[in-house]
């Protein structure tokens, strides 16, 4: 009988480990697909944060071209005002020249009238003036009276033919002036459509990394989803073990009292097991240590001497070509890249944009400019030179030249000397 009750103590043992080694098996393999599942959660999970970078990066740069359009819009506005501006003043020019024009022929007219006068009474006349003369004196005076009208005709005829041209020039001046504008408005209107597709596209890849975006954090929740449920088979397994472990000790422990009991003999002594565990704490520290560093500058400003030089400087360039995003001073450049070159020539650092020159420096009231100073329009800057003008890369027609400061809108003056 003894046999039989070992064999069932073996049956049991056998069953129990087993039981234990399919468990522990299927656990192992659960464990492995959890973490591979691991692994790719935190694979996607450093996408999504490549992604949420690039993201960020771009919408910084659509509010940066945001800000360039708006301002760009302003310029056009600005622009667009002038040139209403400037057709008044070619109406008012136009007015002013037939005014002139009459004021002249009429004057003309007069002119040939008392000419034609003198003619057809020739001699005659200068008999009559010698019949009527009290004296010789008088006679000289009549004379002296004939020659100053004529001559006084001359000076007004002359004097009307320089107002009649002043007013043609003005319009000459006025139309150069108005197209000039023209084409400062096409550049804005280029630069604007350039910079609404460069939005349009930028807006475009951060939709596409949204839909990359919404489409990584799906996996992301399929994964977190996967491994909780594989956490609760790895526990359900645990626990299934553990009870088929109790359950088998229980077995065993009830199939050597039988077999105690039956082989009539008595037994003493007891067993009893501990376990102890020890742990060992460890602390570790970490000392860091940063440096502070410091660095100064200097500034030197100059003198009414140094703007001067800068503005005859820039005068050496009249005639070189417009080119915009040029900075060729000869080859060419457009208006904040001269003045930022001729700046740079005397070792003066300003702005490249013409928006941020309007900003830097110190500002200068119109009655204090001098030569030297940065004049800002909107979306265009120039160089005063003195008496109201201004040198500055103007359009691609016109390049390098020297023009009346007020024909646009002033927006501000900016000193960097």
């Known amino acids: 009988m003894r046999w039989k009750r070992t064999g069932c103590f073996l049956l049991v043992a056998v069953v129990w480990l087993t039981g234990i080694s399919a468990s522990a098996t299927s656990i192992k393999s659960i464990q492995n697909q959890k973490s591979q599942n691991e692994k790719e959660l935190k694979n996607i999970q450093s996408q999504i944060s490549g992604l949420e970078g690039k993201k960020s990066a771009l919408s910084s740069e659509v509010n940066s071209l945001n800000d360039e359009l708006t301002e760009t819009l302003l310029n056009i506005e600005v622009l667009e005002g002038d040139l209403a501006d400037k057709e008044v003043q070619i109406q008012e020019a136009e007015i002013a020249y037939e005014e002139a024009k009459a004021t002249e022929e009429r004057q003309y007219e007069a002119m040939k009238l008392r000419i034609q006068y003198l003619y057809e009474s020739g001699s005659a006349s200068y008999m009559e003036m010698l019949l009527t003369s009290d004296s010789v004196a008088d006679l000289m005076n009549k004379v002296d009276y004939a020659g100053e009208l004529q001559e006084y005709d001359n000076r007004l005829l002359d004097a009307y033919k320089a107002a009649k041209q002043a007013v043609i020039d003005l319009q000459n001046q006025l139309a150069e002036e108005k197209e000039e504008l023209l084409e400062m408005e096409a550049q804005l209107e280029e630069e604007k459509a350039n910079l609404e597709a460069v939005i349009a596209r930028k807006r475009s890849e951060i939709a596409n990394f949204d839909s990359q975006l919404s489409a990584a954090r ?30 088998a000790a229980r077995a065993a422990k009830n199939s050597q009292n039988n077999q105690s009991n039956s082989s009539g003999g008595s037994s003493s002594g007891g067993s009893s097991s501990g376990s102890s565990s020890s742990g060992s704490n460890g602390s570790s520290g970490s000392s860091s240590s940063g440096s502070n560093g410091t660095s100064g500058g200097s500034s030197s400003g100059g003198g009414s001497g140094l703007g001067s030089a800068i503005a005859s400087y820039g005068q050496q360039f009249i005639g070189c070509p417009y080119v915009f995003g040029g900075n060729s001073l000869t080859n060419g450049t457009d208006c904040s890249g ?49 008496n109201g003008m201004i040198v500055h890369a103007s359009t691609e027609r016109y390049g390098i030249r020297v023009s009346s400061m007020y024909s646009r809108s002033v927006r501000c003056i900016r000193r960097y000397w």
């Open 338 to 386: 001269f003045v930022n070159l001729v700046h740079a020539h005397f070792g003066i650092s300003v702005p490249r944009q013409s928006g941020s020159l309007a900003g830097g420096g110190r500002e200068v009231s119109d009655a204090d400019k001098q030569p030297g100073d940065v004049v800002c329009y909107y979306g265009h800057v120039g160089i005063y030179v003195g």
């Open 218 to 247: 799906a996996k992301v929740s399929e994964y977190q989803q996967r491994i909780k449920e594989q956490n609760a088979q790895i526990k359900k397994l645990q626990e299934e073990a553990a009870r088929a472990a109790a359950a």
